[in-house]
């Protein structure tokens, strides 16, 4: 597994044993302080290998004070 923290940036790699791509996890500085904002109310969306490499696209999301969609992360998972 390769993990990353940074104070603006977050993300970590899993592959399994033989080095093919299990899943990702990113999340900016921006996606961090708006989910330690607006963490009481989070949705998680999926989007089911819709893309080439049958990837599962996963997003989290939650809504501001303005109520505009604000993104937490996004993950891709085999």
Known sequence: MKKSVQPDFFYSIVKDS??????????????????????????FDTIYKTNVYYLIFEMFCGVNHYRKTVIFGIAFVM
């Open 18 to 43: 033989i080095g093919r791509l299990k899943h990702i996890f990113l999340a900016d500085f921006i996606m961090i302080q708006h989910f330690k904002l607006f963490e009481d109310a989070v949705t």
